[in-house]
Nanobody, 132 residues
């Protein structure tokens, strides 16, 4: 059974930093399509960052470019999202997502498939709150 468990969320002042972690069990992080999504009250879930099977050219939401970095540590079987210069609009529940292992998937296509495939695995979510 696949489990994705997020950690590292919390409250931070604007301009601060947080690093989210997503530790997987029953699933191998390396060489797979994974990403981070977020959802705030009254808004649709949106993709923040995703990484394809080869780790090259990760996808980022425009507002996250230059501030967020997605990465993974295969030895720890964990996906990360480093978030710097956090802004009020970054306040949301953040979710880790992963596709079942399959063939090669580029980061941009990974982002789309995570959002649209019914086979996507989801974590339970973790809250990030940014205050002024």
């Amino acid at each position: 059974q696949v489990q994705l468990v997020e950690s590292g969320g919390g409250s931070v002042q604007a301009g601060g930093s947080l690093t989210l972690s997503c530790t997987a069990s029953g699933y191998t992080v390396g060489g797979t399509c994974m990403g981070w999504f977020r959802q705030s009250p009254g808004k649709e879930r949106e993709g923040v960052a995703s990484i394809g099977t080869t780790d090259s050219s990760p996808y980022y939401l425009d507002s996250a470019k230059g501030r967020f970095t997605i990465s993974r540590d295969n030895t720890k079987n964990t996906l990360y999202l480093q978030m710097n210069n956090l802004q009020l609009d970054d306040t949301a529940m953040y979710y880790c997502a992963a596709l079942p292992r399959g063939g090669w998937v580029a980061s941009g296509l990974c982002h789309i498939r995570l959002r649209t495939f019914s086979s996507t695995y989801w974590g339970q979510g973790i809250q990030v709150s940014v205050s002024s």
